[in-house]
């Protein structure tokens, strides 16, 4: 599936309303939801072979609040090489605020916090490859 048909797809499942939605083409699997409270629809992809979607994107720790990876793909702690982080540890974070980039089959999917609070832990390194579930950032 090239990228302008995956793009008038995501279009085309946001404009039907669906809450859920699923495609699956030789290797490659498209998996795309949207909740209730989100504005926009979160598009998860999984690769060969076809992996069991782990828990919760978000679990909470005793520790802190995980936000954890939506989809496979490349992490990215900043908009461009050249420019900083989004976030550090550290820094104090608001719900909605971008924590990163997850880049997926060239779509880049801005991170954003579930939470308030403060950052912890940033859990992976930038331009590293992560799983869906994986945990990207404690939050306290």
Known sequence: MEYDQILELVKEVSKAGLSNFEYQEGDVRLSMSCPETAENVVVKTIEHP????????????????????PLVGTFYAAPSEDEEPFVKVGDTVTKGQTLAIVEAMKLMNEIESEFDGV???ICVDNAQSVEYGQPLFRIK
């Open 50 to 69: 076809v992996k069991e979607e782990a828990s919760e994107p978000e679990q909470v720790q005793s520790e802190g609040k995980i936000v954890a990876s």
């Open 119 to 121: 950052v912890a832990e």
